[in-house]
T-cell receptor, first 110, second 117 residues
Framework: DAKTTQPPSMDCAEGRAANLPCNHS???????VYWYRQIHSQGPQYIIH???NNETNEMASLIITEDRKSSTLILPHATLRDTAVYYC???????????FGAGTTVTVRA | SAVISQKPSRDICQRGTSLTIQCQVD?????MFWYRQQPGQSLTLIAT?????????ESGFVIDKFPISRPNLTFSTLTVSNMSPEDSSIYLC??????????????FGPGTRLLVL
């Protein structure tokens, strides 16, 4: 699977949009971009995934660049409960393996 | 998504003993997995639990140390054998292929926090 690069940490203001970047410059045409988050000591929570089109659900939006070499997860209105480690993962659609990197530690401040 | 539960949620064990962790899903799933998360680290896949056959282990993990069972489509166990303090970790079950869930998406249980003294 292609590797991803994320900033180790970032701070966000409560109520503002949080934009989390991820680079995946070696992504293949059949690899999806997945986002998970892990709130302290809990199991990872699935957020969203996409192949090449932008995606939106009740939790977040995923913006994938046209060349697919990078993406941004957008939390539209960050709350204190969004403080977590966010993982960007690329994965071939029919390959079950999820390779978790270090992720981005996001701290939402009041 | 399915409701995934793990038992026990946490335990403190003595070195040399073994602990069996259970993972129960409230609906049938195609695939079940076991991960380990060592303190301050990210998740590492231990193995895929296969129904009716031996689990498929990732590099660095062996059946003698982490025997796994999967008797049906909703249940699996992971045993951590002959434990040492280095086995202190969070052990997580995940599932994929839920009938009503998003396809090709893994969902995780709450984890089992193990401390070995």
């Amino acid at each position: 699977d292609a590797k991803t690069t994320q900033p180790p940490s970032m701070d966000c203001a409560e109520g503002r949009a949080a934009n989390l970047p991820c680079n995946h410059s070696t992504i293949s045409g059949n690899e999806y971009v997945y986002w998970y988050r892990q709130i302290h000591s809990q199991g990872p929570q699935y957020i969203i995934h996409g192949l090449k089109n932008n995606e939106t659900n009740e939790m977040a939006s995923l913006i994938i660049t046209e060349d697919r070499k990078s993406s941004t997860l957008i939390l539209p209105h960050a709350t204190l409960r969004d403080t977590a480690v966010y993982y960007c993962i690329v994965r071939v659609g029919n390959d079950y393996k999820l390779s978790f990197g270090a992720g981005t530690t996001v701290t939402v401040r009041a | 998504s399915a409701v995934i539960s793990q038992k026990p949620s946490r335990d403190i064990c003595q070195r040399g003993t073994s602990l069996t962790i259970q993972c129960q899903v409230d609906s049938q799933v195609t695939m079940m997995f076991w991960y380990r998360q060592q303190p301050g680290q990210s998740l590492t896949l231990i193995a895929t639990a296969n129904q009716g056959s031996e689990a498929t282990y990732e590099s660095g993990f062996v059946i003698d140390k982490f025997p796994i069972s999967r008797p049906n489509l909703t249940f699996s166990t992971l045993t951590v054998s002959n434990m040492s303090p280095e086995d202190s970790s969070i052990y997580l079950c995940s599932v994929e292929g839920i009938g009503t869930g998003i396809q090709e998406t893994q969902y995780f249980g709450p984890g089992t926090r193990l401390l070995v003294l």
